[in-house]
């Protein structure tokens, strides 16, 4: 998994962060939700995407399905996956199942994931499964690419209207009807 195939993963959460951005600077609503019917269509529109890593494999991530875990402020997200070698042809296929907490970084405005958790991964390759430690190497890379990645980063402007407005933290909590953002300000 690469840095672009890692930021199809959760891309519904760029919207979360535009509204971040849009609203907290603009002396609008201090809370900001989104339904999970409106999270899964918004990233049911980024897929299929397909990916090209270091020019040797074509890889595909597609149906995406969310699910909220509010007992846990956590979301998960379930994808297919492809990945076709170009040399040799061989294609793996497969299913990949994450969960992770979101996180509000001031000092740059940013959304990024945080405690990413792997809690399956099965390829089929060829004639039978991934053998396990194949797929415990796979899940370890996983997290560790996805642990405190960057969905969204604001731009200089809304950065500065974020600072002006005094916007100093937004708490993310997942509720049983969707994401909340709440904006807390410096005073």
Request: hydrophobic share 45%; aromatic share 4%; net charge positive.
């Amino acid at each position: 998994m690469n840095r672009r195939l890692a930021s199809t993963v959760p891309a519904v959460m760029l919207v979360l962060a535009a509204g971040l951005a849009g609203c907290a600077g603009l002396g609008g609503p201090r809370n900001v939700t989104l339904s999970q019917e409106r999270m899964q269509s918004l990233i049911e529109r980024q897929f299929p995407r397909q990916h090209r890593l270091l020019e040797v494999v074509d890889i595909m991530v597609a149906r995406p399905t969310l699910r909220l875990l509010p007992d846990r402020n956590r979301i998960a997200t379930d994808l297919d996956l492809s990945a076709t070698e170009r040399l040799s042809g061989r294609t793996v296929r497969g299913s990949l199942a994450l969960d992770y907490a979101l996180r509000y970084e001031p000092s740059d405005a940013s959304l990024r994931l945080s405690q990413v958790r792997v809690q399956d991964v099965k390829l089929e390759v060829g004639s039978g499964p991934l053998s396990p430690s194949g797929a415990r190497l796979g899940a370890l890379l996983a997290e560790r690419l996805l642990d405190d990645f960057v969905l969204y980063r604001a731009d200089a402007e809304r950065l500065k209207l974020l600072q002006r407005a005094g916007v100093a933290a937004a708490e993310i909590v997942v509720t049983s009807s969707g994401i909340e953002l709440r904006f807390a300000e410096t005073r």
